[in-house]
């Protein structure tokens, strides 16, 4: 087993038990995009301890990414994302075993990816990738932790499916969703993804209140966070009970 001693000050005073610690060790993660978001999280989630994480990305390391995109290294340029991040959570924490997937997913090649994994992270920057996600999990009953960013603001939630509100209930997808690219700070991405961290750990473990038909909300401009109640949509034409995902 895992030593302990790496995550001793997770489970001191006013942390999480060590039977939370062992449970996140034995947890496996999917997560979706290993651009800004997606290294925050993977970042987090390795430092936490999950055990086993999935990193599912079809892009290479460009220049422009590294604004944001911290866990990449200007030698990886070129590289694939997903193997660039693997090498940097085995030289972190080699304790952590890590898959990945070289893949743009979509409605015809994800089925097989997400297999083995009850807990996805949603860290795509398009809401194109985002909605199409969201039904996915939706369809095979993950849980889905949302994270979103653009600009000086980002937001979180926590779906469970047959239990809250899905991402369409949150914001009707617009017009025009499959043309905007969602781009963002790198402090508000490391925000955001710290939060979405913060997520699957007290999903994994039990601990604390997720973001459960909550919509958590940070301005980086005024630097506030609001937290807006949402419910299911029973006209949702996602996750409604009249509709088969």
């Not at 911290?70 to 030698?75: P, R």
């Not at 909605?131 to 779906?159: D, P, S, W």
């Not at 609001?226 to 949509?233: D, I």
Request: proline share 2%.
């Amino acid at each position: 087993m895992t030593q302990l001693t790496r995550y001793k000050r997770n489970f001191e005073e006013n942390g999480i038990t060590q039977a939370a610690q062992e449970k996140l060790l034995n947890s496996r993660v999917l997560i979706m995009g290993a651009g800004g978001l997606g290294s925050g999280v993977i970042m987090n989630l390795a430092a936490l301890g999950v055990g086993q994480i999935k990193i599912i990305d079809g892009d290479i390391v460009e220049e422009s990414n590294l604004n944001r995109q911290i866990i990449h290294k200007y030698k990886n340029i070129g590289r694939a994302k997903v193997i660039s991040a693997k090498d940097w959570v085995q030289e972190f924490n080699p304790d952590i075993r890590v898959e990945l997937d070289k893949i743009k997913i979509n409605e015809l090649n994800y089925f097989n990816v997400i297999q083995g994994y009850d807990v996805i992270v949603d860290c795509f920057d398009t809401y194109e990738s985002k909605y199409m996600l969201n039904e996915i999990a939706l369809r095979h009953k993950k849980i889905l932790i949302h994270g979103a960013t653009q600009g000086f603001y980002g937001q979180v939630t926590t779906i469970i499916p047959d239990k809250t509100g899905c991402l369409e209930c949150v914001m009707q997808k617009p017009a025009n969703y499959n043309e905007i690219t969602l781009a963002s700070l790198s402090s508000v991405v490391n925000t955001i993804s710290a939060l979405q961290a913060q997520e699957v750990l007290k999903v994994l473990t039990n601990t604390g209140k997720p973001l459960l038909d909550k919509l958590l909300v940070f301005d980086g401009l005024t630097s506030e966070f609001k937290t807006l109640s949402y419910a299911k949509n029973l006209a949702c034409p996602v996750c409604s009970a009249n509709n088969i995902y």
